[in-house]
């Protein structure tokens, strides 16, 4: 079963601050997803990445695939209160179905 | 561009009645459509997912079924709830296998 772990699973954090959270797994992913979910809605994605070592930029968001295409980190620099939310990686296997990661509850601030 | 429509937003059902939720798409066709439910604050169970009309994956074992009687409608059911029932379900369309549009879900609550 491939299960993606997310850590941490909850960050209270000051404006201004940076911070890096991941998602770390034993399975080969072949393209890894990020979405942010406010309370009371579905996740909307942010970001795909396909390439092992991958490095996208999201205005202050910097998302990172492992080289081995195992893991990955979302780094928020600045962070802002309209960043806070729930962040889910999510990864995409030889199937249809993507299997998502446990979360992490972010709060920023003011 | 695609929109999810999923009702009602809030439902309670006390334990043992029947349940029934749906879920329709547009802006796009044949699409593979997903049911997942989420603990509060956490990640996504998948519970089930389609290909196509009539075809039906069940991730895990569980009191609900699921059903897509027309390419763009899927709808999640049980006879009897249970407790453990409870939880947010999201409704989600993978048009082109490139990524999840979701639904705005459902907060179930069993008493």
């Known amino acids: 079963t491939q299960l993606l772990e997310q850590s941490p699973q909850f960050l209270s954090i000051q404006e201004g601050e940076n911070l890096t959270v991941y998602c770390n797994s034993s399975?080969?992913?072949?393209?890894l997803q990020w979405y942010r979910q406010e309370p009371g809605e579905g996740p909307v994605l942010l970001v795909t990445v396909v390439t092992g070592g991958e490095v996208k930029k999201l205005k202050r968001l910097t998302f990172q695939f492992g080289d081995a295409r195992k893991d990955s980190s979302l780094h928020i620099t600045a962070a802002q209160p309209g960043d806070t939310g729930l962040y889910l990686c999510?990864?995409?296997?030889?199937?249809?179905?993507?299997?998502f990661g446990s979360g992490t509850r972010l709060l920023v601030r003011p | 561009s695609q929109t999810i429509h999923q009702w009602p937003a809030t439902l309670v059902q006390p334990v043992g009645s029947p349940l029934s939720l749906e879920c329709t798409v547009e802006g796009t066709s044949n699409p593979n459509l997903y049911w997942y439910r989420q603990a509060a604050g956490r990640g996504l169970q998948l519970l089930f997912y389609?290909?196509?009309?009539?075809?039906i994956s069940s991730e895990v074992p569980q009191n609900l079924s699921a059903s897509r009687p027309q390419d763009r409608q899927f709808i999640l059911s049980s006879k009897k709830l249970l407790l453990s029932d409870s939880g947010f379900y999201l409704c989600a369309s993978d048009p082109g296998g490139e990524k999840l549009f979701f639904g705005s879900g459902t907060q179930l609550s069993v008493l």
């Open positions: 999510a990864g995409a296997g030889s199937s249809y179905k993507l299997i």
């Open positions: 399975s080969v992913f072949s393209s």
């Open positions: 389609s290909v196509g009309i009539g075809q």
